[in-house]
């Protein structure tokens, strides 16, 4: 399996320390652990952050061809609040992944015939992002495109919504995302079952993913929502663990075209991160048995 996600490359800074982040970045990283080949589209400053970023993200095993380099802005940064486990987010603006160029290397992906294409909403707040994405998606064929909306503050409006729903095959959000996107989209408030219903009446999305931390996730398809059931741990923090949730799903996704069976093992891999420190912590021997099916 070969995924590319596009999108933010930042630094979370929590109780003062830098942890490497961003969703994109996670979800990267973490489909990596699972065994896919991993790249990611991202933009970092050309500064002491910057260059630690691109060396850690070679760490993780994810592919940085496609990271540039900005002179004019800095690598981004996210202080992080964590509160009873919840993190809280207060982001920086104006930084170098709202800058992400439709560079030569970026107009050319089809030679390396990717299979998924992974992104969010964060990185389309600036219009230079936004455009490349956009021509990205116009311009390519995936089998599976997830759209991971992970609002944050400031980092979304209707038009991104609308514009992102309209690519997706598969869309995932939480149950606190949930009414929001409702009355962004639909102006009212509607129920998870009849969001759903609404959603794939409207685009052209085969699977809805609505996760709900220790509650498990809800898996929308073929008209059907469903709960899968999830895994109580001590938080340590959740940082990270919704991305490495949509990572597991999509490599096990790929592998059985099962999402019932794919949601139960990224719950599983989910509440691991949770109940770790960091965004991408490296997995135990039982995580990886796990991910091999055994």
């Known amino acids: 399996m070969r995924s590319l996600a596009f999108g933010e490359i ?27 080949q991993s790249y990611i589209i991202s933009r970092v400053g050309n500064d002491n952050l910057g260059k630690s970023a691109i060396a850690r993200v070679k760490e993780n095993r994810v592919n ?13 940064t996210v202080k992080v609040t964590v509160t009873d486990g919840q993190p809280d987010y207060t982001i920086r603006e ?26 969010g909403s964060l990185a389309q707040r600036h219009k230079t992002s936004a455009y490349t994405l956009n021509a990205i998606l116009n311009n ?42 409702s009355n962004l989209v639909f102006n009212e408030s509607l129920s998870n079952e009849e969001f759903c ?19 498990g996730c809800y ?19 959740a940082v990270g663990a919704g991305d490495a949730f949509s990572a597991a799903f999509m490599h096990q996704y790929a592998k059985t075209k099962n999402a019932i069976k794919a949601a139960s093992v990224a719950n599983k891999i989910g ?12 997995y135990s021997d039982e995580i990886k048995k796990l991910l091999k099916g055994r």
Not at 14 to 35: D, R, V, Y
Not at 162 to 178: F, H, M, P, Q, W
Not at 197 to 215: K, L, P, S, V
Not at 219 to 237: E, F, M
């Open 64 to 76: 940085t061809d496609f990271i540039q380099i900005d002179e004019k802005h800095e690598t981004g």
């Open 10 to 36: 930042l630094w979370d800074i929590i109780n003062g320390e830098p942890h490497l982040g961003g969703a994109p970045l996670n979800f990267a990283a973490h489909i990596a652990q699972c065994g896919a």
């Open 219 to 237: 898996i929308y398809t073929n008209k059907h929502l469903s709960h899968v059931s999830g895994i109580k741990v001590d938080v340590a923090d």
């Open 197 to 215: 219903n609404r959603i794939t009446d409207r685009y052209t999305i085969r699977i809805i993913i609505i996760t709900a931390a220790e509650q």
């Open 140 to 181: 390519n064929n995936f089998n599976d495109i997830f759209y991971d909306v992970n609002i944050r503050k400031d980092g979304f409006n209707g038009i991104i919504l609308n514009d992102s729903l309209g690519y997706a095959t598969i869309l995932k959000l939480n149950v606190s995302e949930l009414p929001v996107m």
């Open 271 to 282: 509440a691991y991160v949770a109940s770790r420190k960091g965004a991408i912590p490296a």
């Open 94 to 119: 104006n930084v170098a992944y709202d800058y992400i160029e439709y560079s030569t290397e970026v107009s050319d992906l089809s030679k390396l015939d990717f299979d998924l294409f992974y992104f």
